[in-house]
């Protein structure tokens, strides 16, 4: 292979991916290689593949099929990530122009393959952060141990790995110096942070928030993702009521409502403690917005156990959910349970529950209407008759997943400003720069 000058990245899944792809080409482009937007361009085209569900899996085995059917002569084609963790064999059986193959967490081995020396541009220079917005995404630990049975990642991404926490305060600085005024804590579990390293359970990243919020100084948001149902402590919500910079959001995926299903998953099954934590929140923080996710049709799924999910969600009122088919997913302990859900009646379920979903959803935006908020503003342009309009986001909305509000007026892609919020439509805000 000859020396390759260029490189392009292609990153498919989730935003622990994103961070995965900007610490590749942080090493790369430390090592002189030149990014080029198109893949047809590049001396080197790396895919990070996303293996979570069986969907990405085919959108990640399309992408890499693709790109070797287009390449040309003198390019190399790199597959990683999640998918070739678990099909890496597969890959290079099915798809013959793919060159080399990586699994999860090989950046630097992909980066030493292109002749770059890692050992000299590891730390890498704080000029070399990429940060394209207002947000930025600070993965603070990997993997996980819990035992849920509908989900692959442990086999993945194997067990919890905390990042240290100097080496997290390092990076958020780096990050807020590149222009970032939000900071998007992600990892598969990240109220686990830190039990890894001996802190007691559910107590590490209350600590870690504080440690931040003093990194990083009062103005720059911090949002917390991927929460587990046991982890959200009395200590967590203290911290998150009491670090002002500490956005007043939380996501929490807690999978159904039935306890049944929920054992069948190996997940926190008291659904009277979750009620109690969301009272504790809510008590703590009255303006605070919750996040969820849930699976419909997981194996054995009864009409009288759906049921008991619509119920549920109707009773908590989460500001913002996501309901998804369950995967059908090689080595997992769900993948020979018996009483599989038709794919039918999965989707008839998804769409109920969706349906129900967006009614709350708008009854919950509604509460801000009247009120004056703080906007990271994504992205300007104009209404229908021409006249200037900002869209962005307020502490309600989390980057990619969420909403949006626009408001009238004028500012510039990356500020923060306030806006006054006039109306609410399903799933966005509208008002006007103040």
């Known amino acids: 292979m000859a020396v390759p000058k260029t490189y392009h990245v292609v990153t498919l899944g989730c935003p622990k991916n994103d961070v995965d792809s900007e610490h590749l080409e942080r090493l790369l482009t430390g090592g002189q290689l030149v990014p080029v937007a198109e893949a047809g361009a590049a001396d080197a085209i790396i895919v990070n593949t996303c293996g979570f569900i069986e969907q990405s899996q085919e959108q990640s085995m399309e992408a890499v099929r693709a790109l070797a059917a287009g390449k040309r002569e003198g390019q190399t084609l790199i597959v990683a990530g999640c998918m070739t963790q678990l099909y890496g064999r597969q890959v290079r059986e099915e798809v013959s122009g793919v060159d080399h193959i990586f699994g999860v967490g090989q950046w630097q081995d992909v980066a030493r393959l292109l002749s770059v ?107 917390l993702m991927y929460a587990y149902p046991s982890r959200v402590s009395p200590q967590l919500i203290e911290a998150m009521a009491t670090i002002p910079n500490v956005v007043h959001y939380l996501d929490v995926p807690l999978q159904h409502g039935s306890e049944a299903t929920l054992r069948r998953m190996k997940r926190p099954h008291n659904i009277e403690k979750v009620h109690g934590f969301v009272r504790e929140l809510r008590a703590a923080m009255p303006d605070i917005v919750l996040r969820t996710s849930f699976i419909a049709g997981f194996p054995g799924e009864t009409d009288a156990e759906f049921r008991e999910l619509l119920g549920f969600a109707k009773a908590i009122e989460f500001d913002h959910a996501g309901c998804f088919t369950y995967s059908l997913q090689q080595w997992t302990g769900a993948y020979e349970m018996a009483d599989q859900v038709p794919d039918e009646v999965k989707h008839e379920r998804r769409d109920r529950f969706m349906r129900q979903q967006m009614k709350i959803a708008a009854k919950r935006a509604r509460r801000f209407v009247g009120r004056e908020l703080d906007l990271l503003v994504e992205g300007t342009g104009e209404d229908e008759d021409g006249d200037p309009v900002v869209a962005g986001r307020t502490y309600r909305e989390a980057p990619e997943v969420d909403g949006l509000v626009f408001a009238s007026g004028q500012a510039t892609p990356g500020a923060r400003i306030r806006v006054h919020i006039e109306e609410a439509a399903d799933y966005d805000l509208f008002g006007r720069v103040v």
């Open 117 to 223: 020396d890692v050992d000299a541009v590891y730390d890498i220079p704080e000029s070399a952060a990429k940060v394209t917005g207002p947000s930025a995404y600070l993965k603070i630990s990997d993997g996980c141990d819990a035992p849920c049975t509908f989900c692959v990642i442990p086999k993945i991404k194997g067990g919890l790995r905390s990042a240290p926490a100097g080496l997290l305060m390092r990076e958020a600085q780096r990050l807020v110096e590149a222009g970032a005024k939000e900071l998007v804590l992600v990892g598969q579990d990240t109220t686990a942070w830190g039990e890894d390293l001996g802190k007691p359970v559910g107590q590490g990243l209350p600590g870690l928030l504080r440690m931040l919020s003093d990194a990083v100084g009062p103005e720059v948001w911090l949002r």
